[in-house]
């Protein structure tokens, strides 16, 4: 049998996964999925995903706010965050981050939201999830205020090699979603082999970023076995083996202990 894959970013209360969750959790078991982080992007969302975690044991659950909605980061938001860490559920703070694309919030609003949401995530030596897109250059400067080695990773990887090699010099893991499959990704795909094996993680981002074979629908954790089968053949292994070496990582990642 194949090994287990761990969907290590998926938003499994948004619609349409959040209306039929029932259905797409039978689907990803019977795909081989044994775990989802189900990922919260505001107050509403995260306690939504805490509460699904609760009761889907194949389902943790990460909470943050999002750089988009960096806006809702009041202080009541922060402290509602960390308020829902306090649930065992809870695997990680996320997600988190810069987002300099098509973005409703000012670069100031998100640093100060994610300086507030690190400091939970330090404090609780839970696992960060960092969402980063055109903001390389100012994410790294706010890592860099902290002490290294980092805990946690750089979900759906993009941006140039050089900021992959500055993420895994912090101590990031870096996890590889659906669009490493599109046929235009040269430069995504590139970033593959930068990775070591001990640093490698595999994604959805469902319902968003459906991968090649499925382009265009719903994406849903069940897919994932397609993006494993592209980033197997971009490193030159089998899926059996490329399964094997991800739900290792994530595992030690968000400390599941069945390992
Ligand atoms: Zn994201
Ligand atoms: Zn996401």
Same mark, same amino acid.
């Given at each position: 049998m194949a090994p287990e894959l761990i969907d290590t970013h998926c938003h499994l209360t948004y619609d349409p996964l959040g209306s039929s969750v029932d259905a797409v959790l039978a689907r990803a078991k019977r795909a081989g999925v044994g775990w989802c982080i189900s990922i919260g992007t505001d107050v509403e969302s995260s306690r939504a995903t805490v509460a699904l975690a609760r009761r889907e044991a194949m389902v943790h659950a990460a909470v943050g706010i999002h750089p988009h909605d960096a806006r809702t980061a009041t202080?009541? &938001?922060?402290?509602?965050?960390?308020?829902?860490? @306090?649930?065992p559920r809870v695997?990680?703070?996320?997600?988190v981050g810069l987002d300099c694309y098509r *973005?409703?919030? *000012? /670069? @100031?609003?998100?640093? @100060? &939201? /994610? +300086? #507030? /949401?690190?400091?939970?995530a330090r404090r609780r030596n839970l696992p960060l999830l960092i969402h980063c897109r055109h903001a390389y250059d100012p994410l790294l400067a706010v890592l860099r205020h902290y002490p290294s080695p980092w805990h946690g990773l750089m979900h759906c990887a993009s941006g140039p090699p050089e900021f992959? +090699? #500055?993420?895994? #010099?912090?101590?990031?893991?870096?996890?590889? &979603?659906?669009?490493? *499959?599109?046929p235009n990704a040269h430069a995504l795909r590139a970033l593959v082999p930068l990775v070591p094996d001990d640093r490698l993680l595999i994604e959805t981002d469902a319902p968003f970023l459906a991968p090649q074979p499925v382009r265009g629908k719903p994406n849903e954790p069940a897919y994932i076995v397609h993006t494993a089968a592209a980033l197997a053949q971009l490193r030159g292994v089998d899926v059996g083996t490329l399964g094997q070496l991800t739900s290792r990582n994530a595992k030690r990642l968000f400390g599941f202990t069945d390992a």
């Open positions: 202080d009541d &938001a922060i402290r509602a965050i960390d308020g829902l860490a @306090d649930d695997v990680a703070i996320g997600e *973005t409703p919030a *000012t /670069l @100031d609003q998100q640093v @100060d &939201a /994610l +300086h #507030a /949401l690190i400091e939970i992959i +090699h #500055a993420a895994l #010099a912090l101590g990031f893991y870096i996890s590889f &979603a659906g669009n490493v *499959t599109f």
